[in-house]
């Protein structure tokens, strides 16, 4: 059974950067589409980006476009997550997911998530 673990969130200011990180095991980590999703209270989980099995392939959500950015180093087991001109509704518990297919379906109910890590974007 493949385990996600993430790692990096905190507080951080507006405007400002983070990376967040994912440790993966229990599986051949270059077999997975790997892709960040995040959740805040009261609303749906949200689509953040995914990247295909070789980093090929990449795809954000509208609400990121341009301020972040997924990869993944197939020879560490890892995917990341850079994040900059983080604002206030980027806050959020961000959860690393793992989908075993060839291409991203985007579709959080097909991936394997870990517990996530905590975001809060201060004003």
């Known amino acids: 059974q493949v385990q996600l673990v993430e790692s990096g969130g905190r507080l951080v200011q507006t405007g400002g950067s983070l990376r967040l990180s994912c440790v993966v095991s229990?599986?051949?980590?270059?077999?997975?589409?790997m892709g960040w999703f995040r959740r805040t209270p009261g609303k749906q989980r949200e689509f953040v980006a995914a990247i295909g099995r070789n980093g090929s392939s990449i795809y954000y959500g509208n609400s990121v476009r341009g301020r972040f950015t997924i990869s993944r180093d197939n020879t560490k087991n890892t995917l990341y997550l850079q994040m900059s001109a983080l604002k206030p509704e980027d806050t959020a518990v961000y959860h690393c997911?793992?989908?075993?297919?060839?291409?991203?379906?985007?579709?959080?109910?097909?991936?394997?998530w870990g517990q996530g890590t905590q975001v809060t974007v201060s004003s």
């Open positions: 229990g599986g051949t980590f270059s077999s997975y589409v």
């Open positions: 997911a793992a989908e075993l297919t060839a291409s991203p379906t985007l579709n959080p109910d097909n991936y394997i």
